[in-house]
């Protein structure tokens, strides 16, 4: 009983922080590019150096890979993703 609500609190926790992340990974993998930035690697060196919003991408992306390392563990515990 509480081994299974604690796997559900930990996939919640995780698709929370997807879900907080996905804003900032969106806006550099599929708008900045598109922003007049000659490659990628541009968007991304101005997104997390030079842009306003810096410290936001750099929070986001970082929860955004905190769930989804969160949501893999679980997978890979509970056997239903081979490593």
Request: aromatic content about 20%; hydrophobic content about 55%.
């Amino acid at each position: 009983m509480i081994k299974s609500l604690i796997h559900f609190w930990k996939i919640m926790l995780g698709l929370i922080f997807i879900l907080t992340g996905i804003i900032p990974v969106y806006l550099i993998l599929f708008i900045y590019p598109f922003k007049g930035f000659n490659s990628f690697m541009q968007s991304l060196k101005w997104s997390f150096t030079e842009s306003c919003d810096k410290d936001f991408h750099i929070i986001g992306v970082i929860f955004f890979i905190t769930g989804l390392m969160l949501i893999i563990d679980f997978l890979v515990k509970s056997k239903k993703f081979k490593k």
